[in-house]
């Protein structure tokens, strides 16, 4: 793929809809996240393979959190975007809104970002992805944060396993008296 080549974020936005049924509740009688989460890594996916015109994968995935339960019965709405893309990654925004036909409640669920890698389907080596045609200040705005996330994502990823590399377990054991675990004699 060549540097030259560039896409409109419009180009591969993606919106799927799907009710939630009986199957996909949990005990308490809501949809389960873990639902929710593979609609989403779906959606991520499409609006990524769409811009890239090629194969991808789920490189990683930031927080979720959920702010309403979704109701069986509720039509689910994901909405996906190309936020930002870099040399063989891409980040894409999902905003998932469950409504509720009955009732006429129109309910925001979660908004997620998905780095997605594009590989080479023979050599699974990360492949440079077009760049991003950017028309609306939105697009411009959602760009830079995408890029913002990925420095800070990279520098959480540095510090941990740095600070991983450095714990103290004697130490750190001290400090689990008020913490809500209890230790095995070791
Ligand atoms: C994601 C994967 C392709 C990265 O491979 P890698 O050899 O580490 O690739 P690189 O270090 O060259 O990084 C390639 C790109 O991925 C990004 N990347 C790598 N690991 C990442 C992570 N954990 N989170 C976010 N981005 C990541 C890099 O920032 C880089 O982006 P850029 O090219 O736009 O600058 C590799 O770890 C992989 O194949 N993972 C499994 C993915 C998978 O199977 N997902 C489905 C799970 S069931």
Redesign the pocket.
């Known amino acids: 793929m060549s540097k030259t080549e560039f896409r409109t974020v419009k180009s591969s936005q993606t919106v799927l809809k799907e009710l939630m049924v009986p199957s996909y509740a949990n005990f308490g009688g809501k949809v389960h996240g873990g639902v929710i989460l593979s609609l989403m890594d779906k959606i991520a996916y499409t609006c990524a393979a769409s811009h890239v015109k090629g194969y991808c994968?789920?490189?990683?995935v930031d927080s979720v959190d959920f702010m309403n339960p979704v109701e069986v019965g509720d039509l689910l709405t994901l909405s996906a975007s190309v936020n930002y893309v870099?040399?063989?990654?891409l980040e894409i925004g999902i905003k998932v809104v469950s409504e509720d036909f009955r009732e006429g409640v129109v309910k925001h669920t979660n908004t997620s970002y998905f780095?997605m890698?594009a590989?080479d389907e023979e050599t699974?080596k990360?492949v440079q992805v077009p760049g991003l045609i950017l028309e609306e200040e939105p697009e411009i705005k959602r760009f830079i944060e995408g890029k913002i996330r990925?420095q800070l994502?990279?520098g959480h990823r540095t510090e941990m396993s740095k600070i991983k590399a450095e714990i103290d377990l004697i130490k750190e054991i001290k400090e689990l008296e008020d913490e809500n675990c209890r230790l095995y004699k070791l």
């Open positions: 994968v789920t490189a990683s870099g040399n063989s990654s780095t890698v590989l699974r990360p990925k994502k990279r």
